[in-house]
């Protein structure tokens, strides 16, 4: 499985974006980047999902994460540990 089922929410300069992408590449997780920036059927799919419109949103299956990279990381790291265990 190519772990398509995280997906990015992300625009140019953020740095927590960067921190996030950083994040998923360090684990070696394959993600869908999505810059809201270029396409604002993106931003309406980001915001339609979390209910923010300011990125970084990292979604994992359906649940959505948004925040700094220090918000999301607790968030992130127990959604992976539960999906590596078999039950996302």
């Known amino acids: 499985m190519a772990n398509s089922y995280i997906t990015l929410y992300t625009t140019p300069g953020c740095s927590a ?20 920036s270029r396409n604002e059927a993106w931003a309406d799919e980001m915001k339609r999902l979390s209910g923010v419109r300011i990125a970084p949103v990292t979604v994992i299956n359906d649940r959505a ?8 990381r607790p968030q992130l790291d127990a959604a992976l540990a539960t999906r590596s265990k078999g039950s996302l």
């Open 65 to 72: 994460f948004y925040g700094t990279f220090n918000q999301q």
């Open 17 to 36: 974006c960067a921190a996030v992408k950083l994040y998923l590449d360090t684990k070696a997780l394959a993600y869908t980047e999505k810059d809201v």
